[in-house]
């Protein structure tokens, strides 16, 4: 079964901001580009099969039915909601953030 991704407005704005503070920040174009890369990677996997990802390790999230996906190499996390046939990405946080307040 295939499952329509929609990307918030939010989880762009903070892949916009997690690129821009790659790039101009850290100076570091590639791996702005290796996580864009890995990101568009998870979202293919997130319309074949979510269920793949696991249930977000904290519980309040966990929930509200949320899981998580993991970028490859990257210390970011993609937290998304599996609905019906779609599923909803909500945010895209480093790990090191208490991203839970930010949705």
Do not use: C
């Amino acid at each position: 079964m295939a499952y329509k991704l929609i990307v918030t407005k939010h989880a762009d704005e903070l892949l916009d901001f997690a690129l821009h503070y790659l790039i101009y920040q850290l100076k570091n174009e590639q791996a702005a580009v290796h996580l864009l890369d890995e990101v568009e990677k998870i979202y293919d996997r997130l319309e074949e099969n979510p269920m793949q990802f696991p249930v977000s390790q904290d519980v309040y999230l966990a929930d509200k039915g949320y899981h998580e996906a993991i970028v490859g190499q990257m210390n970011y996390t993609i937290l998304f909601r599996i609905e019906a046939d779609f599923v909803m990405v909500a945010g895209i946080f480093h790990q090191l953030e208490n991203y839970w307040k930010k949705l």
